[in-house]
């Protein structure tokens, strides 16, 4: 898979386990520079250098969160939700994390792990767009 698909693009569906995996990496990179940018910097370069990879850091983990969301045909919407403490993370661990994708095509693309399966019905199971979408 595409480094820059996962981290920087909200098209697309994104499956568990490229989820994790891109996760991971994302954490190894954010992980050395978080306690500099937590610190009261003097705005030196390595703490604008820090800030910087963190804002990247931001947008790429809502760049995943938004394909996983359309993995489990969920509008993109609903990432609002992680910006909730503690439903946030509980959010992203159980719909994002463990629950598995719709099978076959959704409303956002084809199966990323290529199953076959009927698109959803027009009108059909679309609870999310009710709250999100008006």
Do not use: C, H
Not at 31 to 49: A, K, R
Not at 57 to 66: I, Y
């Amino acid at each position: 898979m595409n480094p820059t698909w996962a981290f920087f693009s909200f098209n697309g569906r994104m499956r568990r386990r490229d989820y994790w995996l891109w996760n991971l990496v994302l954490a190894m990179i954010l992980i050395p520079v978080l306690p500099t940018v937590l610190q009261n910097g003097n705005g030196d370069m390595i703490s604008v250098l820090a800030r910087l990879v963190f804002l990247v850091g931001v947008w790429a983990s809502a760049a995943m969160n938004v394909k996983r969301l359309r993995d489990r045909n969920k509008s993109p919407w609903w990432i609002l939700l992680t910006f909730m403490p503690v439903v946030g993370i509980l959010f992203q661990l159980v719909e994002l994390g463990i629950l598995d994708g719709t099978p076959g095509p959704n409303r956002y693309g084809p199966d990323p792990k290529g199953r076959g399966g009927q698109p959803p019905r027009e009108g059909g199971d679309r609870k999310d767009e009710a709250i999100f979408e008006g």
